[in-house]
């Protein structure tokens, strides 16, 4: 098959090289986003917001690794797999933050305090609940878009790892 005198099997390495910088780019501005949100905006993360940057991290190593050892199709796989999995986490959570499930327990506060300063130092060292939307955009809670950004790099993960299966069978 010919694209403007090229097979597109030639240029498939290129794009599976490319779409890995992307997969790159978008992890790596989904950390600093939620880095700079915490430490430069003064939002605090629940349990589960810090939950959902490792599969971000995970994608951003496996992209990485992949263009270094010249496989990219292997990491797009990882990276597929690891932020559908957030894209499920982040559903869950929205469905804490909207009380269709339980609180769960690792975003309760815990502890005893036998004294009211105790009990001050707990409330001032403790993350916010994962049931509470400190912040929308567009009417969405950060948890949400967290969600829709994963779906989305994991599907066009998905198809260009499909996509190159077929091409170089």
């Known amino acids: 098959m010919q694209a403007g005198g090229t097979t597109i099997g030639h240029l498939l390495p290129f794009s599976e090289r490319l779409f890995s ?98 009990l001050r130092a707990q409330l001032a060292a403790a993350r916010p609940t994962c049931d509470r939307v400190a912040l929308r955009v567009l009417g969405l809670s950060l948890a949400a878009w967290n969600g829709l950004a994963a779906a989305a790099v994991a599907a066009a993960a998905t198809a260009v790892s499909a996509r190159a299966r077929r091409v170089s069978s």
């Not at 199709?73 to 469905?95: D, M, Q």
């Not at 327990?105 to 005893?112: F, I, K, L, P």
């Open 21 to 118: 910088w992307a997969v790159a780019l978008a992890a790596a501005t989904a950390l600093a986003t939620a880095f700079g949100l915490e430490h430069l905006g003064g939002w605090a993360p629940c349990s589960l917001c810090i939950l959902e940057r490792w599969p971000w991290a995970v994608a951003l190593a496996a992209a990485l690794a992949g263009l270094a050892f010249g496989r990219p199709r292997p990491a797009l796989t990882i990276v597929a797999l690891a932020l559908a999995g957030n894209a499920l986490l982040s559903a869950y959570h929205v469905g804490v933050e909207a009380g269709w499930f339980a609180l769960p327990s690792t975003c309760a506060a815990g502890g005893s305090a036998a004294t009211i300063e105790e």
